[in-house]
């Protein structure tokens, strides 16, 4: 599978210029990639403020990914702030070249900054199939908890999208290599750069992982466009040679 990861500044609470900033971008790949990704709510910087920004699953951004995806023939994904039933969410979509969308909301919310308190945590564990990859949906904060994604479902690629402020960088440099190591699995991360509207820093640090904790791509901090190529069956080779996943622990997490 190969894979463009976009690192971007973002302009807060404004989502045409969002918008805008990453269609240049999309349309700045030249060659055929199976699959695009975003950062963290990519249309508005991770807000507090729910209200002024969130949209609605048939809103002009989920319009907007949904066009960039037949146009590029190519599954886009990142996270948005989506409104629904009256509860906020911080929902992960992934949008098929067909247009087909599945979305994953955010399971852990970041109460050191309130998101608890504005927006609904998700319940389920969302694993899309798409190209026959299994792709295990995560956001941000996920990654601190790795319970929740163990790979019981055998899936192949973990996915986070991200806000991840530099002061916090060697964890999370830290805790992508542990998620793809225990779970015998890719693992790509992909982060914003630059100032947010409360002047927290973010360098990026984007990157790519293999299934034995190697790097395809090395975190990054440059404001850029990154594309790597992944190989599903020399991952499966490894499992058949190390199967450390037959050994895991039975466990039921309870929401």
């Not at 404001?223 to 050994?247: A, G, H, P």
Request: aromatic residues 12%.
């Amino acid at each position: 599978m190969k894979i463009a990861l976009i690192q971007s500044d973002l302009y807060w609470e404004d989502i045409p210029a969002n918008r805008k900033n990453f269609e240049s971008k999309i349309n700045q790949i030249d060659s055929q990639v199976n699959l695009i990704v975003l950062p963290e709510m990519f249309s508005t910087g991770f807000t507090m403020n729910p209200s002024a920004v969130a949209e609605t699953m048939q809103g002009e951004t989920v319009l907007w990914m949904k066009e960039m995806a037949k146009k590029k023939n190519s599954a886009l994904t990142g996270s948005l702030v989506i409104t629904e039933n009256g509860n906020y969410y911080n929902r992960m979509f992934f949008v098929f070249p067909s247009g087909e969308i599945q979305h994953y909301d955010k399971r852990h919310l970041f109460s050191l900054a309130g998101e608890d308190k504005f927006y609904t945590a998700g319940t389920e564990k969302v694993i899309v199939n798409y190209l026959d990859w299994k792709i295990c949906l995560q956001v941000c904060y996920d990654l601190r908890f790795p319970v929740f994604v163990r790979n019981v479902e055998n899936y192949d690629l973990l996915l986070y999208v991200a806000n991840w402020p530099k002061v916090r960088t060697n964890a999370w440099d830290a805790l992508l290599k542990a998620r793809a190591i225990e779970n015998l699995s890719y693992v790509v991360g992909v982060n914003r750069v630059g100032l947010d509207h409360h002047n927290y820093e973010h360098t990026g640090h984007s990157q790519v992982i293999d299934f034995l904790g190697n790097y395809i791509l090395e975190p990054q901090e440059t404001e850029d466009i990154f594309v790597v190529d992944l190989d599903k069956n020399e991952m499966l080779e490894t499992r058949k040679k190390l199967d450390f996943l037959s050994d895991k622990d039975v466990f039921e997490i309870k929401i």
